[in-house]
């Protein structure tokens, strides 16, 4: 597909847009009658998402959001190629590697990191809707969560993407913290280079 089209004009699947609904009805269960701050990629297949989820349009106030799009890996790909370089990413290293004419995760956390701002920013406002909903991929939403949670890149690392329609929340704590309500799965144990925190 992604030698015909580009990956922000791919549409989701039937199956994508089952899943999509799926995760509509866990999400309207949980928001109630509550309104929702949405900040949504630009990318088709998640618009086509968040009209699945299909909310109630009078209490969610949606935004498209540039900075939650899904990984660069460069125009017009070709086949081939993509799994070279996903070779070398895996030997590289998922954070650090940047794909030839695309980003790197790196590059991704950066800008997941503005838009982090702008989101604490919003929080200041006194009509700002008690719920947030990021519909974004899987890369950049475990980088907002390697951003939140001070993560090290070795945690990172160790952590696989969810699947496709898959919810995280961020679960504010009578502490006054967030947690997530259930972690990534984790494909291996990080490996730091040294000593943090």
Same mark, same amino acid.
């Given at each position: 597909?992604?030698?015909?089209?580009?990956?922000?004009?791919?549409?989701?699947?039937?199956? *994508?847009?089952?899943?999509?609904?799926?995760?509509?009805e866990q999400l309207r269960g949980l928001f109630g009658g509550e309104r929702v701050s949405v900040y949504?990629?630009?990318?088709?297949?998640?618009?086509?998402?968040?009209?699945?989820?299909?909310?109630?349009?009078?209490?969610?106030?949606?935004?498209?959001?540039?900075?939650?799009?899904?990984?660069?890996?460069?125009?017009?790909?070709?086949?081939?190629?993509?799994?070279?370089?996903?070779?070398?990413?895996?030997?590289?290293?998922?954070?650090?590697?940047?794909?030839?004419?695309?980003?790197?995760?790196?590059?991704?956390?950066?800008?997941?990191?503005?838009?982090?701002?702008?989101?604490?920013?919003?929080?200041?406002?006194?009509?700002?809707?008690?719920?947030?909903?990021?519909?974004?991929?899987?890369?950049?939403?475990?980088?907002?969560?390697?951003?939140?949670?001070?993560?090290?890149?070795?945690?990172?690392?160790?952590?696989?993407?969810? *699947?496709? *329609?898959?919810?995280?929340?961020?679960?504010?704590?009578?502490?006054?913290?967030?947690?997530?309500?259930?972690?990534?799965?984790?494909?291996?144990?990080?490996?730091?280079? *040294?000593?943090?925190?």
């Amino acid at each position: 597909m992604y030698e015909r089209e580009p990956d922000h004009a791919l549409a989701l699947t039937e199956r *994508g847009r089952r899943q999509a609904e799926a995760t509509g009805e866990q999400l309207r269960g949980l928001f109630g009658g509550e309104r929702v701050s949405v900040y949504v990629s630009p990318y088709r297949r998640t618009h086509e998402t968040l009209r699945a989820f299909r909310l109630d349009p009078g209490l969610i106030r949606v935004r498209e959001e540039p900075r939650l799009r899904e990984q660069d890996w460069g125009n017009w790909q070709d086949r081939d190629e993509v799994r070279l370089q996903k070779t070398y990413r895996d030997a590289y290293g998922h954070f650090f590697y940047r794909f030839v004419q695309g980003e790197s995760g790196a590059d991704v956390y950066d800008r997941v990191g503005g838009f982090l701002e702008s989101l604490f920013r919003s929080f200041e406002d006194p009509d700002h809707p008690p719920n947030v909903l990021i519909v974004t991929h899987g890369l950049a939403m475990r980088l907002f969560c390697m951003r939140w949670f001070h993560w090290t890149v070795a945690e990172f690392e160790s952590l696989s993407n969810p *699947g496709n *329609g898959e919810v995280r929340m961020l679960v504010l704590g009578d502490d006054g913290k967030y947690t997530l309500d259930r972690p990534f799965d984790r494909w291996r144990d990080p490996e730091p280079y *040294g000593i943090t925190g």
